[in-house]
């Protein structure tokens, strides 16, 4: 499936959203798309993300590596859109499979 295009201030404005984890698997795809192909939006991202778990994590005492963390939660967002992809794929093929498996007991209930 092609993923669609967003702009940059599409981009921006999905970034709360992203540290919520309230984007639908579809808009994460295309906020992910286009932080990968866009240093300014990925930059930005950086800072909101390294400035709201800065806030978050003032009180712990555990070191923190905010950066680290940043690269954690997009490879961890880039897995779950791949197992979303293959979970789709799965569907179709088990979707071919009850259809090859109709054409054979019509098939077979012809002879
Ligand atoms: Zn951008």
Known sequence: ???KEITCRDAIHSIPHFM???LTK?????????IENCPE???ELSIQYLV???LEELDD???IDLQADLERTLSEAKDSIR????????AIIAEL???VALIVILVLSLI
Request: glycine share 6%; net charge positive; hydrophobic share 30%.
């Open 1 to 3: 499936m092609k993923i």
């Open 61 to 63: 005492n555990g070191p």
């Open 83 to 90: 197992k979303h992809i293959r979970f789709r794929n799965a």
């Open 20 to 22: 919520d984890h309230t």
């Open 41 to 43: 939006c990925k930059e």
């Open 52 to 54: 709201k778990q800065g």
């Open 97 to 99: 499979l009850a259809m």
């Open 26 to 34: 579809t808009e994460l795809r295309e906020f992910m798309h286009h």
